[in-house]
T-cell receptor, first 113, second 115 residues
Framework: DGGITQSPKYLFRKEGQNVTLSCEQN?????MYWYRQDPGQGLRLIYY???????QKGDIAEGYSVSREKKESFPLTVTSAQKNPTAFYLC????????????FGPGTRLTVL | DAKTTQPPSMDCAEGRAANLPCNHS???????VYWYRQIHSQGPQYIIH???NNETNEMASLIITEDRKSSTLILPHATLRDTAVYYC????????????????FGSGTRLSIRP
């Protein structure tokens, strides 16, 4: 089945540690996105990538980093510089022009202790 | 800014039509209106989108006013499984990257379905 996978679903880390969240898609989509969601809030864009080896900052990129070495993978690293990293993280992707639908993964809930 | 305004919450009786309003008074001529929904602790799910004509699919109908400043998502026969947060979104084009767009999410409308 085609889709987007994120793992793990729940992740716990100690304060001051970097942590990398994985996002993999087998939909052959070129564009991928990372969002953050806090309780009772909408989604906010962290980073997005149009093609391999290229990515752009979203609205809240500070304290995060990404890479796009492969078309199907777009990992997000939450660094120790992110002041409030505990949140629900969602990865999404979509195809090129003509397909406006954005597909979302199931999300990773990160808790920093 | 999300560019859309939605009521924070609504409720609807099971089996009835749920009508969710959205205001997008600053929408540009080439921007689409999208609707997504998010069931608790899951990723958002695409529902429908439109530019200026009314649209219908197996999940819902989208009614866009003639001036395009507002729209209504209609779930024709709401069930308990439709309980979710519904997001109305205006698609923003990324300069230089016409093939993909940022999606700016607001707070959405929390829809509760009464048995």
């Amino acid at each position: 089945d085609g889709g987007i996978t994120q793992s793990p679903k729940y992740l716990f880390r100690k304060e001051g540690q970097n942590v990398t969240l994985s996002c993999e898609q087998n939909l052959n989509h070129d564009a991928m996105y990372w969002y953050r969601q806090d309780p009772g809030q909408g989604l906010r864009l962290i980073y997005y990538s149009q093609i391999v080896n290229d990515f752009q900052k979203g609205d809240i990129a500070e304290g995060y980093s990404v890479s796009r070495e492969k078309k199907e993978s777009f990992p997000l690293t939450v660094t120790s510089a992110q002041k409030n990293p505990t949140a629900f993280y969602l990865c999404a992707s979509n195809r090129l022009a003509g397909d406006p639908e954005q597909f979302f993964g199931p999300g990773t809930r990160l808790t920093v202790l | 800014d999300a560019k859309t305004t939605q009521p924070p919450s609504m409720d609807c009786a099971e089996g009835r039509a749920a009508n969710l309003p959205c205001n997008h008074s600053t929408i540009s001529g080439n921007e689409y209106v999208y609707w997504y929904r998010q069931i608790h602790s899951q990723g958002p799910q695409y529902i429908i989108h439109g530019l200026k004509n009314n649209e219908t699919n197996e999940m819902a109908s989208l009614i866009i006013t003639e001036d395009r400043k507002s729209s209504t998502l209609i779930l024709p026969h709401a069930t308990l499984r439709d309980t979710a947060v519904y997001y109305c979104i205006v698609r923003v084009a990324v300069p230089g990257y016409s093939s993909a767009s940022k999606i700016i999410f607001g707070s959405g409308t929390r829809l509760s379905i009464r048995p």
